[in-house]
């Protein structure tokens, strides 16, 4: 089993409220390598997710997205 990355990919910015990102390591996937989850540790919300499958890739709720009637996805899985 890959070792979870604790640390927020390369690349990537939380602008606003990062005092409040915690992080969960999900075990409990398909593949079995660990998903970690980050989420705002006020209310639960989903913020991102990462997994060393993907180094490259970061999954971000579109909630949390400023100006995102500008931004267009390039591919939906």
């Known amino acids: 089993m890959t070792e ?3 640390e927020k990919p390369q690349g990537f910015t939380i602008t606003h409220g990062a005092s ?3 992080t969960y390591s999900d075990s409990a996937t398909d593949s079995g390598t660990p998903l970690t989850r980050n989420f705002c540790g006020e209310c639960g919300s989903n913020i991102f997710a990462f997994t060393p499958l993907w180094q490259d890739i970061v999954g971000v ?15 939906e899985q």
């Open 61 to 75: 709720a579109a909630g949390t997205l400023d100006d995102f009637e500008d931004w267009k996805p390039t591919v």
């Open 20 to 22: 409040h990102l915690k």
């Open 4 to 6: 979870p990355r604790r």
